[in-house]
């Protein structure tokens, strides 16, 4: 299949391959070559009059298009503009799933109804449990990784925790045991930064030692800092303390030589960890997005859908962010709220996002980067329409703040931006041990956790293979969503029960906080 139109109501196709003028599109014939992912007129449009994607406007032509044309960002402009208010319109028909907005590509030949999809070895209606093999820890947690880090507590001791891990990797080179990294997660912050900035890092960093990822942690302070270690010690509350270890560094003479020490005794116990069997109500995955193209929304988003549908129906937790990329879908997502008290939680997710924006002197919906456009996408409403998609059609159940952890199983949304590095790492320090992350155009980056890399498109997974770990392709090019539903499930199970992503052999790792405010 060359093109498809993703619903009846739509007024234009979208080329799955590159498409040379003079081919037939829907009977229409190209009056110019279109590139993969980009919108082709399938019947005359009048400036001002709306392009229609997914059976909603995405935004209106400024000039006349013939049919057979492409529309692209040159010619459409948004039709989204400040803040909204928004009535609770519940939008589910049972306790599990709830219907949404767009179709869902079921007029592609090769998706079926997503409730159909049950993945090998799982019984009638996908419910029968199935398992991974991870770390289960001393608070309930259960980790996909058994990891050791180091965390500075202010960006001046970074350099003295990589060259702890550094040294102690040397040391203990061929003893691992059941640890598969030992890492130090260097950042700019910690010091000179007030209000939510300040807030925003200490709360980051206390999730991570609070993460299951992580057998163990070392923190490491310089002693002089904002983010004082006896003030951050307290908002961490109660640990292992004999795999959470903390210093300062102005307190020791030899802080290398004294950080080792601690580390020898934290991989003592943390190296001696076994998996085992554990059901996959126990998995929190992250469902993100970056550098996407016209075809994000018919492929990788989709599957990501049918995924998070299938992990909350086993009890498990999905975990939806990057707000700016919800507007112009905003009201699907709210009408999928369990309640009206979360759908009011939703709402502030929204607006207090784009105050942020306005406040800033910002643009609220000029989100579309060069990349998306270069890949097809125009207005934000057509790349909402396409992110949301990851999160499937289950009800939403919890509202997170930036820097939360969870608290509710099934479907989350997450105060976050849309930028890759900050929200994946917001994404795990809200609990989440995997993110998973479409992607049309490319991008090598991991945060502290695996995140697992899903082209959009063919030819990205076979150009960039130390990249990309998951082909989402196939499904432009006929392979049933069943099939693909089913070989992913299989696949993230197995990234869960220890296979490596690309990231991780390729020592891809970082954090990155959300920064609002002055730097002193």
């Known amino acids: 299949m060359k093109y498809i139109k993703i619903n ?37 449009l009048k400036a001002g009059e709306d392009v229609v994607k997914y059976g909603f406007p995405i935004g209106h032509v400024t ?16 039709n989204l503009e400040g803040l909204l208010e928004y009535k609770y319109e519940p939008s589910f028909t049972d306790g599990e799933i709830a219907p949404v907005g767009p179709s869902r590509t079921k007029t592609f030949s090769t998706t079926r109804d997503r409730k ?69 997660f260097p950042h700019n912050y910690g010091c000179s930064q007030l209000g939510n900035d300040h807030e925003n890092t200490r709360t980051v960093l206390s ?25 951050f010690r307290e908002l961490v509350g109660p640990v292992d303390e004999k795999r959470v270890r903390m210093f300062v560094t102005q307190k020791v003479k030899d802080e290398v030589e004294y950080g080792l020490g601690l580390l020898r005794e934290i991989f ?7 998996r085992e069997p554990v059901p996959v109500s126990e998995l929190r995955v992250g469902l993100k997005c970056g550098g996407s193209d016209g075809l994000s929304g018919i492929t990788a988003n989709p599957l990501l859908g049918v995924f998070s549908d299938w992990i909350v129906a086993q009890g498990g937790t999905t975990v939806l962010t990057e707000v700016p990329e919800m507007f112009g879908a905003e009201t699907i997502l709210m009408n999928r709220c369990q309640d009206e008290a979360t759908f009011e939680k939703t709402v502030s997710l929204i607006n ?42 289950s009800i939403v159940r919890g509202v997170l703040r930036y820097g939360e952890r969870l608290s509710v199983k099934g479907l989350s949304l997450l105060s976050a931006p849309g930028n890759d590095l900050v929200a994946s790492t917001a994404l795990a320090s809200a609990g989440c041990q995997i993110v998973l992350f479409t992607t049309g155009r490319g991008t090598p980056f991991g945060s502290f956790v695996p995140t697992m890399k899903i082209s959009t498109n063919t030819p990205l997974f076979e150009n960039k293979p130390n990249w990309i770990d998951f082909n989402a392709g196939v499904l432009a090019q006929g ?34 906080i959300f920064k609002q405010g002055v730097t002193l």
């Not at 990822?213 to 983010?227: F, H, K, P, R, T």
């Open 268 to 274: 003592a116990i943390a190296s001696k960890d076994v």
């Open 352 to 393: 207090d996002f784009k105050e942020y924006f306005m406040k800033q002197g910002m643009p609220v919906y000029e989100n579309p980067s060069p990349g998306n456009k270069a890949g097809g996408i125009s207005t934000l409403e057509e790349k909402s329409l396409g992110c949301t998609q990851k999160c499937g059609k």
């Open 63 to 78: 000039r006349d298009a013939e049919a057979g044309t492409v529309v692209d960002h040159s010619c459409i402009k948004t």
């Open 207 to 231: 999730d991570m030692v609070h993460h299951p990822n992580a057998g163990g942690v070392l923190v490491v302070s310089l002693g002089c800092e904002n983010n004082q270690l006896d003030a």
């Open 116 to 184: 159909s999809f049950v993945p090998s070895g799982d019984g009638s209606n996908g419910k029968a449990e199935r398992t991974f093999l991870g770390f289960r820890r001393a608070d309930g947690q259960v980790g996909v990784r058994n990891q050791i880090w180091v965390i500075p507590t202010v960006g001046c001791v970074n350099g003295i925790c990589e060259e702890i891990v550094r040294r102690f990797k040397v040391e203990i080179a061929g003893q691992e045991g059941s640890i598969d990294a030992i890492v130090a």
């Open 479 to 512: 392979e049933p969503m069943d099939s693909v539903a089913e070989r992913f499930t299989d696949y993230v199970l197995a990234v869960a029960s220890g296979e490596a992503v690309n990231n991780e052999k390729h020592n891809y790792r970082e954090i990155a």
């Open 8 to 44: 009846p109501a739509d007024n234009v196709a979208v080329a799955l391959e590159d498409l040379a003028k003079g081919e037939l599109v829907e009977g229409v014939q190209l009056l110019t070559d279109v590139p993969r992912g980009h919108k082709i007129v399938l019947r005359p």
